[in-house]
């Protein structure tokens, strides 16, 4: 698994035979509780691996990871993400949900948290017609985030963005000295409104363009030292 920057996704072939068929014409600074203290990010490489992935959104093979060469924020690619409305649609497939499992290698005596999620994709949407994204994400035995929804209305063709973020004083910080998975959920949901029934709607968790579709930022910390 490489942990350089990924190679960024271009729309996949299943949303760009839809986009063919449906157009017309053509990190933080601050200071945490029992911390050792705010920095920047630890001079060691971190390495994050996906331990399991599940959800109708992202067979396995179709997500990959990797980390920023700073330390500061890691991606996530997904190349089948897509939930769609419309004729010939199966039933199902107007909700993707997509649960990745990720194993955290941190340098010891750090410890971090998530402080901004940037996710972004593409929509065709008719009007009548939206969308939704959710996500959150949670510290293996720990309780989950809130749940964010952004919402988009029809009639949309375009990219996508959606940034969630969370205060300082908010963060859930990674406990130190313990190895626990990190878990993040995604979801996205596409309902048909008051399009016609025989009109295609649909939104991915990928781009067109060359941007990265989730962009994960990075809050770290030292952690305490033990006293003897």
Not at 35 to 60: F, H, Q, Y
Not at 151 to 178: I, M, R, S
Request: aromatic share 10%; proline share 7%.
């Amino acid at each position: 698994m490489s942990h350089s920057l990924p190679r960024t996704l271009l729309v996949g072939g299943a949303v760009a035979a839809l986009i063919a068929a449906s157009s017309p014409a053509g990190a933080a600074a601050g200071s945490g509780s029992g911390s050792g203290g705010p920095i920047t990010a630890p001079p060691d490489k971190i390495v994050i691996e996906l331990a399991t992935v599940n959800g109708s959104g992202c067979r396995e093979g179709t997500a990959e990871v990797a980390v920023a060469p700073d330390n500061t924020a890691f991606t996530v690619t997904y190349s089948e993400y897509l939930a769609q409305v419309g004729p010939g649609a199966p039933a199902t497939a107007f909700r993707k949900n997509c649960q990745l499992n990720l194993r955290v290698h941190v340098p010891s005596g750090f410890t971090y948290a998530i402080v901004q999620a940037d996710y972004r994709g593409f929509a065709f949407l008719q009007r009548g017609a939206w969308g939704q994204e959710r996500a959150n994400y949670y510290f293996q035995g720990m309780p989950q985030t809130s749940q964010r929804t952004h919402t988009f209305n029809g009639p949309l063709d375009d990219n996508w963005q959606a940034t969630d973020k969370t205060e300082y004083a908010d963060l859930v910080w990674a406990p130190c000295g313990e190895k626990r998975n990190f878990n993040i959920n995604t979801e996205l949901r596409v309902n048909a409104g008051t399009s016609p029934p025989t009109a295609t709607s649909f939104m991915a968790m990928d781009s067109t363009d060359a941007s990265v579709s989730t962009l994960y930022h990075l809050a770290w910390q030292t952690c305490p030292t033990p006293r003897g």
